[in-house]
Each structure stands twice: as C-alpha cells, then as structure tokens.
C-alpha cells in the first residue's frame, strides 16, 4: 500500500495538469448577452415621440460628422444606421454585444444608404486591426458597457491617429442630489434595462482613456443629463 504522502504527491500532479488547461483569460473575456424583453421594450420605445423628435435629431447630428471607414460601437437596433451619408462615410463596421438588439438591427441593415456590416462582439474585444478606422460612434451606448475603460482603450486602439470619437451619452449629473438619486436608482436599471448605469461619468473615462476631447455640448436633463462629445486620438 502506498503512503499518504505518496497518494497527496500524485493527487497535486494531476490537480495541476488539469488546472494548466484552463485559460484563466477566458472567464474574464466580456461575454454577448440577450437581453430579449428589453430589446423587445426599446424597440417600441423607439417608435414614439421621444425617437422622432428628440433622439432622431441628435443622432443625425453626431452621425453627420463621421467620414470615411466607420466604427459603430453597440449599435442596439440599428437607429443610427439610416443618418449615415454616403458622400462621407465610405462603409460601416457595425458591433453590437446583445442577440436579440441585433435582430432588430439587422432589419434596418436593408435599408441603410451605405455598406454596414454587423458583428456581434463587445467594445472591450473588438474584432479589428489596429489603426483602421478614421471615426467611431456611440449613442447611449457606454451606460451599459461591462467595462467603460477597457472598451475606450480598444476604441482607441483601431482608430487612425487623428481619428474621432463621437458620442452622445447620458452621463453623471453634476449635483449633489442628483447623483445621489442615480447611485440609488443605478442597481435597478443594472438589472431592468440591459445594464444601464445612470451614474456614470462617461465624459471622464474618454479623457483617463487617453483622447483628446475637442467638443463638448450639454443638451439637458436632470438625472439623466446628456452630452453630445467629440474627442480624437492623437
């Protein structure tokens, strides 16, 4: 019979090949969701009032600047798609994390006046070359992002120097009281409506990742104040 100590010996060699299989990076790689009845909700959401007269208009603003190869970070259903103007934007690479906002958005792929090619992937893993877009565009898209930093960073990454990024993002709110009330409501937007963080600076972490921020507007709101954002890589 062999000793304990021997049994403990083999027992840690065969504990230790097993664990030498496992990536550890793997776990921690953001992963693509479905978040199938908030999908369903923005959808309809997106067909009322607020879309058509105060969304639309900024979306056509922000979407007016892009030129030339464009990345579309988290492209939800695809409400962007039709701004895009194909005297300026030569093609579109469209991601979007979430399975169920992809359908909607692959319907208004069809009807999109440039090139778009969707591809279903998280901002913190994009599936690019470094340095071959010349803009980025994310609209009400960071709230939601697992990890802001990392996302920006990888944005940057693929960018052409000098390229812009172009945002329009519910961010912070400056006061007192109501960023109090967004770090209250926060845990319950986390979990009803795909993520959403209404407590971030936003604004911030595009400056910490390392862009210059150019442009920057307030277009209103308490606790959910929106920024309109234009930074560029150097």
Known sequence: MKPVNEYLSIYRKQLQQLMSQITPTDASKPKTTSHRFFAAFYERVSRGGYERNIMGPLRKEIIG???????????????????????????????????????????????????ITLTQAPVEALPFADEIFDSAVATLVFCSVTDPVHGLSEILRVLKPGGALLLVEHVRAEGAIASRVQDIVTPLTKLLAGNCHWNRNTERAVADAGFAIQDRRDLGGVLQPVIMLRASRS
């Open 65 to 115: 600047q892009a030129r030339g190869i464009v990345l579309e970070i988290g492209a939800g259903n695809g409400l962007n798609f039709a701004f895009y103007n194909p005297a300026q934007v030569q093609r579109v690479e469209a991601v979007e994390p979430d399975t169920a906002m992809l359908r909607y958005a692959s319907e208004r792929v069809k009807t999109a006046h440039v090139p």
